[in-house]
């Protein structure tokens, strides 16, 4: 496996990265356990916390920069790289400012006696990780995990070392110690023998089903701790009275989000029968006039997909669909030239029998769907392997709420774009994976959630 930085929008190869040794492995598993034993993961919270506040600080001061890398490495367009170093360095201070309550001790009223739950780190974790938000992947693990007290070493994307080594070294210069976060540049071998090593004591993973698929099953089979993220197939609902025009607006922004390739970003456009025709052509309109090209240009709206590879996907998954006899609206093709550019692409008449109708589409490619009321949207929704996000729009809250209590994900957002912010937990349900990240819950998921009770 190659760790390679390849601008996306240039197709130049910018830098290649070594791979890290067996014996740099057993160095950083080394550092790991004793870190985890030390007074460092077992004692007081705050320096710890120190270290969160200071790396915020650090992602602040040099956001320009990070912001840069992220755009250069994997295409993503300049604007969302910004909000991603933001959002990140909000991560760190949420949970600087907040893991001390979370972890505090719970009391349990009990017959028995007095009797409370403690929440202790468990030791080492391995976490594999994905490039399409190259910062934010990283710091949604590695915050709750260095306050609950958790060492963790991390396997980046081979297509965003750079981001990877960046994140380690604000890490180190923020004053965490040796063996509280190490990125390895190394196979899907070497991780599976590093979740099987005693040391290490969970795992966790954002990326592809078959990649999830492999890591549960060795965690599993060593019996240590799993969560995992593996994408969605998310609908944007819009109910016959909806604002069409804020919901055509945020329709195309979630789908062309990150290129389209996002997990959380609308992907199956369901529209009521009565406003269908109309948002159509509204969100046609918006589609073929959105602004593809470099990236680093602030008016850009569709950046190149991440690689080579990925444009490649792309563009069989859509043949197919289209072989399968799926409508082409919109779009449907690679933008000849340098860089990996797909065109923004709508697909209609995507039919159960077609292999488009369960997958993800991982680039700008919305699929549009008609139903005749909300029993069907609702019944359309869960007729998915997935269960991430999704979205509801209606100008009618209680209906939109029913609605959305009905739908089969971890998250279901009203009258707005599935988005993301340190308080709200994230993760899905079905084929999607299992547990959360951010919030309260993610904290509590890699603990020792020991009971004590004191006798009567």
């Avoid at 992220?70 to 907040?98: C, L, P, Q, S, Y």
């Avoid at 945020?250 to 529209?271: D, M, N, P, T």
């Avoid at 046609?284 to 602004?291: D, G, H, L, P, S």
């Avoid at 100008?395 to 939109?400: G, L, V």
Wanted: charged share 25%; glycine share 8%; with cysteine.
């Amino acid at each position: 496996m190659a760790y390679q930085t390849i601008n996306p929008t240039t197709d130049e190869l910018v830098k290649s990265y070594p791979n890290h040794t067996d014996a740099d492995i057993e160095e950083a598993l080394d550092a790991a356990d004793k870190l985890y034993h030390s007074e460092w993961s077992k004692g007081p919270i705050q320096p710890r916390l120190d270290v969160l506040e200071r790396l915020a600080d650090l992602i602040d001061a040099r956001k320009e920069e990070l912001e840069r890398i992220a755009t250069v490495e994997m295409g993503k367009i300049i604007t969302d790289a910004r909000d991603e170093v933001a959002i990140i360095a909000e991560i760190a201070r949420f949970f600087a400012r907040n893991a001390e309550k979370f972890l505090a001790p719970t009391k349990i009223d009990s017959e028995l006696g007095d009797a409370w739950i403690e929440r202790h780190p468990i030791g080492a974790l391995m976490v594999v990780e994905p490039w399409n938000f190259p910062y934010y992947q990283l710091m949604r693990v590695f915050a709750p995990a260095l306050a609950a007290g958790n060492p963790v070493l991390a396997k980046h994307a081979s297509i965003v070392p750079h981001c990877a080594s960046v994140f380690e070294e604000l890490v180190n210069e923020a004053g965490a110690p040796k063996g509280a976060w190490k990125n390895l540049f190394v196979t899907s071998g070497q991780v599976a023998d590093i979740i099987a090593d005693e040391r290490v004591r969970g795992a966790a993973m954002t990326g592809s089903e078959r990649a999830g698929s492999a890591i549960a099953a060795q965690a599993g089979k060593h019996m240590k701790k799993s969560t995992l993220e593996m994408g969605g197939n998310d609908v944007f609902v819009v109910l016959d009275d909806a604002d069409l025009e804020k919901a055509v607006e945020l329709g195309v922004y979630s789908r062309l989000h990150i290129g389209g390739q996002e997990c959380i970003c609308a992907k199956r456009f369901v529209l009521h029968e009565r406003i269908a025709d109309e948002f159509l052509e509204k969100f046609t309109e918006a589609m073929k006039n959105v602004k593809v090209g470099d990236p680093l240009d602030e008016k850009t709206k569709l950046g190149p997909l991440s690689s080579a590879s990925a444009l490649e996907g792309l563009s069989k998954q859509v043949d197919r669909a289209l072989e399968h006899g799926a409508t082409l609206h919109l779009g449907g093709k690679a933008i000849e030239g340098t860089g990996n550019f797909f065109e923004a692409t709508i697909l209609t008449n995507v039919t159960r029998e077609n292999p488009a109708y369960f997958e993800e589409f991982f680039g700008p490619v919305a699929q549009v769907y008609v139903v005749k009321d909300d029993d069907e949207a609702v019944e359309l929704a869960n007729d998915s392997r997935y269960g991430l996000a999704g979205a509801v729009f209606s100008q009618n809250i209680e209906r939109a709420k029913a609605m959305a209590s009905r739908i089969e994900t971890g998250g279901i957002w009203i009258n707005t774009f599935a988005s993301t912010a340190p308080e709200l937990p994230f993760g899905g349900v079905k084929h999607s994976g299992y547990g959360r990240e951010l919030s309260e819950l993610a904290i509590n998921e890699f603990v020792n959630q020991q009971l004590v009770l004191v006798a009567k």
